[in-house]
């Protein structure tokens, strides 16, 4: 196992004790589909999400953790948009890795991805391009 993978599986067995611990703190809501960040402003106040053939909307503190987007192929996706040197590679990532997480975050129009390997958005501080931050700050690697 990759140290990655351990980190991820430490935070998510410190949720899942959390929510069973104290279940108004934390939910955890599996097949939930997040469709929309709520904001005031420029500020996140919650998710709309769809889960069991219904929309509900949630407030509180927003966290993003979304995939990658290493099988967005598609026409004007985020490879093509930001790695369009990996679009003739293979991926060994699943069908399900196309960076809708990422798509509904940069729709917000706040954020830029700096993060490289597809994985995470946040603020560019330097006012750069996200593919020029992303070339002048990491190796050339899958965005997965």
């Not at 196992?1 to 279940?23: C, H, R, S």
């Amino acid at each position: 196992m990759f140290p990655g993978m351990v980190i991820t599986y430490a935070l998510m067995e410190a949720l899942e004790q959390i929510a069973e611990d104290t279940p108004d703190r934390a939910t955890i809501l599996k097949k939930a589909r997040v469709t929309k960040v709520l904001r005031e402003g420029d500020k996140a106040i919650g998710v709309e999400y769809e889960h069991e053939g219904k929309s509900y909307k949630e407030y509180g503190p927003v966290v993003l953790a979304t995939g990658g987007y290493a099988a967005d192929f598609a026409k004007g996706g985020l490879l093509e948009k930001y790695r369009p040197d990996l679009l003739d590679l293979s991926t060994t990532n699943g069908d399900h890795c196309t960076g809708d997480g990422q798509k509904m975050v940069f729709s917000l129009r706040t954020t830029r991805l700096t993060s490289g390997y597809g994985s995470g958005w946040k603020r560019n501080r330097h006012g750069q391009s996200p593919s020029a931050s992303y070339r002048s700050r990491r190796p050339q690697r899958s965005p997965c």
